[in-house]
Nanobody, 114 residues
Framework: QVQLVESGGGLVQPGGSLRLSCAAS????????MGWYRQAPGKQRELVARITSGGSIRYADSVKGRFTISRDNAKNTVYLQMNSLKPEDTAVYYC????????WGQGTQVTVSS
């Protein structure tokens, strides 16, 4: 069983930055593929970025060059650095851990608005 707790969301102006963090419980964090997903009102949940246990990374085309995912296995934490934010990035962002099963955090709201 893995428990995930996200933090770092909030309100930011277009062009601004935020860093999301996701702290995971458990002793074997390093084996999980960790990901960030988002869901905007009226839309399906979509992959934003994910990083495997070996460090392979995948980004959604819409965030390439603006967002960076990273993980610190010693701290059982995965991060999402979001730069050059746009209003269309507004969504609830969810942390995901996958290894045979999917685990989800409760989500954190990111709102990009002037």
């Amino acid at each position: 069983q893995v428990q995930l707790v996200e933090s770092g969301g909030g309100l930011v102006q277009p062009g601004g930055s935020l860093r999301l963090s996701c702290a995971a419980s458990g002793r074997i964090f390093s084996i999980y593929t960790m990901g960030w997903y988002r869901q905007a009102p009226g839309k399906q949940r979509e992959l934003v970025a994910r990083i495997t246990s070996g460090g392979s990374i995948r980004y959604a085309d819409s965030v390439k060059g603006r967002f960076t995912i990273s993980r610190d296995n010693a701290k059982n934490t995965v991060y999402l650095q979001m730069n050059s934010l746009k209003p269309e990035d507004t969504a609830v962002y969810y942390c995901n851990a996958y290894y045979s099963n999917d685990y989800w955090g409760q989500g954190t709201q990111v709102t990009v608005s002037s």
